[in-house]
T-cell receptor, first 114, second 117 residues
């Protein structure tokens, strides 16, 4: 079965400090991995994706993520957090028999304090 | 590019009425659209996959007669919540995907907040 795990419900970080939001996955076949961000009462915004190639992918708003095949992880990172980064972050994977279906993690609430 | 709109953004209705939510891809052809439901502080629950010109595929546990999905064109899918009840109150989000273009990313609409009184 395909699954995505975000082990932290909430991550707190001070503005200016680096942030990491964790994601691990379990899929059959090669995964396509995604990060989305959701602001209150809004839909999800695409941040970045890993399909193939360089394990470190860069996305919107200064975010990046590193694909680690051996650890089946795709952690989201940013070198210097902003208060405006505070939001709900979802990791997603696309793989398996129904390649059109996306599997989402439970979400991690990021709180960046001034 | 890759903009998806939803209408209405919020709706309040009485129990027993039906509500239609529209999802449009504004600048690309969406061969596939997904409908999700999201409860407060929870992740997205996939309700159904909608392919243009064919019947939607519903996830296990989702009542297809209650949540009617129509994907009549490459830019429009609609979700109709029939005979809505308070337990149907939720945040409904659609996403669109261009399979024919070998696209690999789905793009989301802004969501519709449904409140059933």
């Amino acid at each position: 079965a395909q699954s995505v795990a975000q082990p932290e419900d909430q991550v707190n970080v001070a503005e200016g400090n680096p942030l990491t939001v964790k994601c691990t996955y379990s899929v059959s076949g090669n995964p396509y991995l995604f990060w989305y961000v959701q602001y209150p009462n809004r839909g999800l915004q695409f941040l970045l994706k890993y399909i193939t190639g360089d394990n470190l992918v860069k996305g919107s708003y200064g975010f990046e993520a590193e694909f680690n095949k051996s650890q089946t992880s795709f952690h989201l990172k940013k070198p210097s957090a902003l208060v405006s980064d505070s939001a709900l972050y979802f990791c997603a994977v696309r793989a398996g028999g129904n390649f059109n279906k996306f599997y989402f993690g439970s979400g991690t609430k990021l709180n960046v304090k001034p | 590019g890759a903009v998806v709109s939803q209408h209405p953004s919020w709706v309040i209705c009485k129990s027993g009425t039906s509500v239609k939510i529209e999802c449009r891809s504004l600048d690309f052809q969406a061969t596939t659209m997904f409908w999700y439901r999201q409860f407060p502080k929870q992740s997205l629950m996939l309700m159904a996959t909608s392919n243009e010109g064919s019947k939607a595929t519903y996830e296990q546990g989702v009542e297809k007669d209650k949540f009617l999905i129509n994907h009549a064109s490459l830019t429009l899918s609609t979700l109709t919540v029939t005979s809505a009840h308070p337990e149907d109150s939720s945040f409904y989000i659609c996403s669109a995907f261009d399979l024919l273009a070998m696209a690999d990313t789905q793009y989301f609409g802004p969501g519709t907040r449904l409140t059933v009184l």
